[in-house]
């Protein structure tokens, strides 16, 4: 059952931008916290950034001054903007939450399916 919908990846020359969504497709109790991960081939899993509800950000050193994490609580809706991508950006990025599916349910780890991202000439 897919929890989170992710778009907006694609193909881009160095130095161009893109722009990540994730989306739930279901109700929540409470969204505690959205981010995204990242993989390129051959590599573990890495965090990119990450919003908490409150609005507080973090953001891997590789990425900071480029990219822009955001998030649309009423809608359950994390961004990600990338500027000035370069091709080790190359990588499929996941859509990463913390979120309590119910009052009482405690709380949760979900992940999106991922979308590719490719920067390339």
């Known amino acids: 059952q897919v929890q989170f919908v992710e778009s907006g990846g694609g193909l881009v020359q160095p130095g161009g931008s893109l722009r990540l969504s994730c989306a739930a497709s279901r109700s929540f109790f409470s969204i505690n916290a959205m981010g995204w991960y990242r993989q390129a081939p051959g590599k573990q899993r890495e965090l990119v950034a990450t919003i908490t509800r409150g609005g507080v950000t973090n953001y891997a050193d590789s990425v900071k001054g480029r990219f822009t994490i955001s998030s649309d609580n009423a809608k359950k809706t994390v961004f990600l903007q990338m500027n000035s991508l370069k091709p080790e950006d190359t990588a499929v990025y996941y859509c990463?939450?913390?979120?309590?599916?119910?009052?009482?349910?405690?709380?949760?780890?979900?992940w999106g399916q991922g979308t590719q991202v490719t920067v390339s000439s």
């Open positions: 990463h939450v913390k979120a309590m599916p119910l009052a009482n349910a405690g709380e949760y780890t979900y």
